[in-house]
């Protein structure tokens, strides 16, 4: 499988993480929550600026779970598709060409799903091949490029799109004074990415009819990996309010404890090293799991600043984060034809998701 091209899509309300703090902490409906912890947790996510699906001033008429529901479906659709449209014009496909559909969400509930909504938008074929990822999470972006390898395998003249559409701001809750609620309101934003991608004889025909606006890896293999006891680690608990993060401090703890060994492990089965690595692609779980990632890899920040750099312009996206960081990584630090790349993210399970990408030596 190739990997075609990877846009991002964000919602046009940008603004400061001051502004957002301000707004988070006036719009509290308890008086126990105190405005200095607020700021402390916003300040320590290392986030600078974030995008909004609504202005900030609306989101206190928001009066249940329905309404906020409502925004999701009717925005995520909006996002979802442009980020589709733009991939497949990057390069020369419409939405026509598409044989497979993957979408992924875990910030909203939509039946028919978003992927449905957003064919009927396009102008998706009748015959797409639609699979909806609901529940995986931070950790959908690296799973869902791994499941598009896994159907293009099999379907090598195939063209397959994943599109993910994370509306984070939708899920805060205002009366929730947990460290959990505090610690995502100040680390998630909104945004869409998708992702284009060929199976290998579809790829090859595709090869030389134009030069692509930035290199295409190949996905070589993935691995799936689900840790024991760790259920309670990350996710929601769903109730009349709607979506209540489930958020375990332990996650750090997690990640130094089993990834490390994963990605050895992964490396070994196809004959290379962390030495053979020349490029991450790296979920910005927050601040503390990046210092853990870091600590698990062996590698010093500057692997990882990409994801950094993500992490500041717009935090933390869930499934989209990785597929910006992808987009920024071969847009702006494009890797060296026949490098190989690692692209990782941690999600509710609790579990992990590795995928082996290599530039090929023809791009060079």
Not at 32 to 57: G, I, K, S
Not at 74 to 79: I, K
Not at 84 to 98: I, S
Not at 129 to 151: E, F, M, T
Request: glycine share 10%.
């Amino acid at each position: 499988m190739r990997v075609l091209s990877v846009r991002g899509a964000l919602p046009e309300h940008r603004y400061s993480q001051e502004q957002i703090t301000e707004a988070f902490a006036t719009s509290m409906t308890t008086g126990q929550v105190d405005r200095r912890v607020v700021e402390r947790f916003h300040r320590n996510a290392c986030v600078d600026t974030r995008y909004t699906v609504l202005p900030l001033e609306d989101y206190p008429a928001l009066r249940d779970f329905g309404e906020s529901n409502d925004v999701f479906i009717e925005a995520g659709v909006t996002l979802g598709a442009r980020a589709v449209v733009d991939a497949l014009k990057a390069v020369g496909l419409t939405p026509a060409d598409v044989d497979v559909i993957i979408s992924a969400t875990v910030t909203g509930l939509a039946v028919p799903s978003l992927e449905a909504r957003v064919a009927g938008v396009i102008g998706l074929r009748p015959d797409v091949v639609r699979v909806p990822l609901v529940g995986l999470g931070c950790v959908a972006g690296a799973a869902g490029v791994a499941r598009l390898h896994d159907y293009l395998v099999g379907h090598p003249d195939a063209i397959a799109v994943l599109m993910s559409v994370e509306l984070c701001s939708l899920t805060l809750q205002r009366d929730d004074v947990t460290v959990p609620n505090l610690v995502a309101s100040g680390l998630f934003g909104d945004g869409a990415a998708a992702v284009v991608a060929a199976g290998e004889r579809r790829a090859a025909a595709l090869r030389g009819t134009g030069p692509p606006a930035s290199p295409q890896p190949e996905v070589l293999a993935s691995r799936s990996r689900l840790y024991p006891d760790s259920e309670r680690t990350m996710g929601w608990d769903v109730g009349a309010g709607g979506l209540r993060i489930v958020l375990d401090s332990a996650v750090p703890d997690l990640v130094r404890r089993y990834v490390g060994e994963d990605v050895e492990g992964f490396l070994t089965d196809h004959g290379l090293t962390r030495d053979d690595i020349g490029w991450y692609v790296a979920h910005p779980g927050g601040p503390k799991v990046l210092e853990a990632l870091q600590d698990a890899l062996g590698v010093e920040r500057e692997a990882l600043q990409v994801t950094w750099d993500s992490l500041a312009a717009i935090g933390n996206l869930s499934s989209a984060s990785v597929l910006h960081v992808l987009a920024d990584t071969l847009a702006d630090r494009p890797p060296a034809p026949g490098s190989y790349g690692l692209m990782l993210a941690m999600g509710p399970g609790f579990c992990s998701e590795l995928v082996l990408l290599r530039i090929p030596e023809a791009d060079a």
